[in-house]
Each structure stands twice: as C-alpha cells, then as structure tokens.
C-alpha cells in the first residue's frame, strides 16, 4: 500500500482545524556548536505535546461517521494514547485506550483528562493485544495503530509540509524513528516537495533496530531495548519498512551520552523544552558521526513530555 | 526626567536588527486554569535568555562612538551583566562586568562566553559599587545600571510594542517587578497605545518593596528580601517609582508556592522553559487574588536562565 504526496496535503486539509501550526525556532549557540544551519520544528509545542497528535487526527477525522459512531480504540501508554483521546473529543466519539497497570500516573491522567476511557492491563504485549481485542469486539470501535497506518502516516507528514513552506531550501530533513510513522511521513513529504532533499533518520544506539534491518533488509524486531528515548523503542511496521529503504538515506546511531547533552543544551540555551525521544535528532549533529557542516538542516523536535522529577542530569 | 512614547519607538527601531521578535504564545490549559484569555509574550526566548538584552541594546547603540570607544560597564550577576556582554560585543566595545565571587559559575561562564571582562569582588553591595567606581575611573567606561536608565526602560518597553502589535485589544498586561525597569518600560508603552489598558504588576511576597512603596508612597528599600524570584530583590529606582505611581493600577503579591506551581504548570502543560522571576506575572493569574476572568490578558514571560541541577519541584 503506497501513501502519495496528495494523501499528506489532504491530510493537512482535514486536520488544519485541530492542530497548531508549529514554529520554526534557530538557534545561534546550538548552530556553532554543531557547524550547521538548523532549523527546529517545534511539535513539542503541538497539542498534547507531540506530533503524534497529526496522525491521530488525521485518522480519526478519515473515519465515515459510521465507523466514527463505534469510536476508537488503540494500545499505548505514551503520547499516541493521549492523541486519540483529544483527536477522540474533538470528533465527539468514545476513545477506548489500552495502557498496562505499570504506566505513570501522569500519563494516565493525562489520558483520562482527553475523555479517553482506559482499560488497564499486565506490561506485556500479549496482554495489550488480547485486551485491545476484546474491546474491538465488544465495541465495534477502529483501532489506529500508532504508526503501521497509512493516515497516521500521512498525517506526520504535514509537520514537513509546513517547515518546508517556512524554509524552502534545506538540504537535509532530520527525524527520529521508533516504529518509523514519523521518519515515513517526513520523507514522503519532504520528496513529494523536492526531489533531491536528503532525509536521515536518527535512532538510539541502544534501540538501534532500525538501523540493523536498514542493513539485513528486512525488519529486525526491536528486543527489550533500553534507551533514555523511550518513545523510540518500537520496532518497524510493514508499511514503514518500505518507504524507509525506499526514502532515507541513512539512519545514524546516538548514545545515551549524546542524547542526553543534546537535550540539555537545548534546553538551556533554545529554553525548548522536550523530551528524550525527541534530542535524538538533534543528537545526530550533536555527535558528527556524519558530515552536515555547512548545511541547512532540517530537525524535526518530535514532542515535549518529560517527567520534571526524573530530569537525566538530576544525580 | 520622564521618558517619551517616541523614546520607546526609538528604541524599537535602533535595536531591530540585534533583537529576536520573540513569539506570543497560547495555551488553552492554563487559560481554562485561569479563566482568562491569556497571551504569553515569551521574553524567555529573547538573546541571552531574557528581556534584559532589549534595555541593554539600546543603551549600548544610543552612546555616541566617542562614548563607545572607551566601553561599558556594570554591576551585576544576573541577567542583565550577560546582555550588557552580548550588546557590547555586537557594537564591538568592551563591556566591563563587576561580579561577587560567589555568582555561579554557570553565570560567569556566560558572561564570559559573551566576551566580557570580568572583575570579582565581594558579595557585598558596597564592594560592587566601589569595584565599579574604580573600574569607571581606570577606563572611562559609560555605567549601564540595569534598571534606573532612560534608554533601559525605553528598550524594555519594545517587548509591549511587540505585544500589542501582535494583539491589539488586550485589556490587561502583566509583568514582574524588581527594580522597576521592566514594569515601566512596559507600562509606557502600553499606555502610549492605548490610554485605557490596565497595567499590573506581580511581585514575590517575600520580595514585596515596591508593593509597600506605592502604599506609603515613597521607596521602600528591598531589605534582605529572599525569594526563589532572584531575578526580582532589587529596589526601585528613582526614574521607574514615579512611572509605576502614575501608570501601574496595582501590584499584587504572590506567594512562593504559587510562583513554583504556575512555572511547573508552565513548564508541563505550555513546554515553556522560564526562570522562576518569570512565572510570578503568571502567578497573579494563578492565585486568582484578583478577578481578571473572561478578560484577554498580556503576560511578559521575563526570561528563561534557570539552573537546570536546581529546580525548585526536585526534593
């Protein structure tokens, strides 16, 4: 199933009422310290906190007013789960949101804040799954996948409609991939608009499957990885999996270490606040392990929720 | 001496190719928090992380060359000495910057990153002052005091400029009050546009002289005053107490928890990293001592410089 450039620009349509559009922020220390010219998509400025909240969007807002009755339904305990449950309200129709027992309360009252109604679970995917089921079942509710999903998909993609409107000549188009939604509607996007942009994908070296089935061509699961990034941990879909060799360039790898300074330094010198998952991209300038100096850089920061009590550089 | 309405415009214009235009942010958590309609003007993203580089820029490019040549100098550890710094730089003079020993030393690393030339001193009022004399003598440096300056005030009137430009029927504008230049500049501006807006100012009740000043009617020295708001224990000014007599509604005070939990609030829900001196305008909104719901309210966000080892929800 292929996902064309039109898809994202009706996405954009569909989903303009609903989300912000979010600002383009430079910043002189961040770009002397890495020796390019960055430009950052702020979606930690989006509602909820994350770009997530584009594809939950455009999703919910695809669905015909017959399957919208049923309401939604999805397995998550991060910022996809918070996003159906707004897209959810927004539409006016129930969110039903599987999260296991384990997952933080500011989480979980964050979703029930939405208007989603949750069932917990054991931590384990089996039980996710099995739960998720059973509410399909009982409801007739349209589970949207976090990323495996072709308006989810598209809908990422219109972050990288509007940076390339604001700044029309960068030479490099920087995301971070979990589960690949994101890095999948970045690059469909960022080619739709201009052939030869160059699109790099950073991922944690301790969740770093993405860049293995890059290398094996095929798709090696993501195995208990343990990254500060956790919003990255997922393994690639069967629909991300091919726009991604087809799309990216590369995928570069970052340390915890790098990850971590990243963040902190834009932090204190951007005053951007966001969260892990989000100065992996970042942190692929930050650490140089490839050439980008002297280039216009693209970054897109993909979300800002943090927990302000469990700061990495808190001893 | 009192300082024109053109003055401000002056200020906007001479210091436009050196300043950001920072972004005028919503967020409709803290306005349903609230109950108001509030418009975060995000000083926090200004250079040097503060409002502070408006007032500083314009004194800096209001000196004659001749002035210029022999540099500027100034007394402080805070926000003000880094903007002194950076505008100097710019203009390509010295700025001569007078710091207590026991400023941190994340301080004196900016100051310095900034180029300035730093003389330590004891942490005491007097030796400030004296260290300053010398330094005035010795190099015939023009002081640039932080607040209690005509072209200071007149720069940070520019933020309001800016507000106001961007949404015009505000009935309200906050902003926090140390020495006064900010409130001021502020109060200035705003009124220059639109005789009947209300102008309050919010202060730290630990730190609540200028509050006790516009009661008894005379200065009211900041004794000791301790509050995590440390960018605003000063004392008002001779040139910003009679502006705030005749143009400030109010002040109201706001407790240390109430300052802690609006800039956690902001923090979380808006990902706007500011200083806590930055979230007592905010916090007159938060502690709802006086009724501003269903009104459009302006908040000056003062700055972002926070020590990210030390944040006041860490335990």
Not at 40 to 55: P, S, T
Request: with cysteine; glycine share 10%; proline share 4%.
């Amino acid at each position: 199933m292929t996902i064309s450039f039109s898809a994202i620009e009706e996405a954009a349509e569909r989903i303009h009422p609903y989300i912000h559009r979010t600002p383009v922020f430079t910043n002189a220390s961040f770009n002397e310290r890495v020796g390019a010219q960055v430009f950052f998509k702020c979606e930690n400025f989006q509602k909820v906190g994350a770009f997530k909240f584009r594809g939950a969007c455009n999703a919910i807002f695809s669905l015909t007013d017959e399957e919208a009755r049923h309401g939604v339904c999805t397995h998550s305990s991060g910022n996809h789960a918070q996003a159906i449950a707004l897209a959810a309200k927004l539409r006016g129709i129930p969110a039903y949101i599987v999260m296991p027992h384990s997952a933080p309360q500011v989480k979980k009252d964050a979703v029930a804040g939405y208007g989603g109604r949750i069932t917990f679970c054991e931590a384990t995917q089996a039980a996710r799954e099995s739960s998720l089921d059973r509410i399909r079942l009982e409801t007739g509710a349209t589970v949207v996948h976090p990323y495996n999903h072709t308006k989810v998909i598209a809908g990422q993609g219109t972050a990288t409609l509007e940076l390339l409107a604001e700044v029309s000549d960068l030479d490099v188009v920087l995301a971070p991939i979990g589960g690949g939604g994101l890095i999948s509607g970045t690059a469909l996007a960022a080619h739709g608009i201009k052939k030869g942009i160059r699109v790099i994908g950073g991922e944690p070296e301790m969740a770093d499957d993405a860049f293995r089935s890059l290398q094996t061509g095929e798709i090696v699961p993501s195995v208990n990885p343990k990254s500060i990034a956790d919003g990255l941990l997922s393994s690639l879909g069967s629909l991300t999996f091919p726009i991604i060799q087809q799309h990216v360039e590369q995928i570069v790898t970052v340390s915890e270490a790098g990850i971590i300074e990243a963040m902190r330094f834009i932090w204190e010198r951007a005053k951007l606040l966001i969260e892990p998952s989000a100065a992996v991209a970042p942190g692929v300038l930050w650490e140089k392990k490839i050439d980008l100096r002297g280039l216009k850089v693209g970054v897109i920061l993909s979300g800002g929720n943090v927990d302000l009590k469990q700061l990495p550089w808190n001893d």
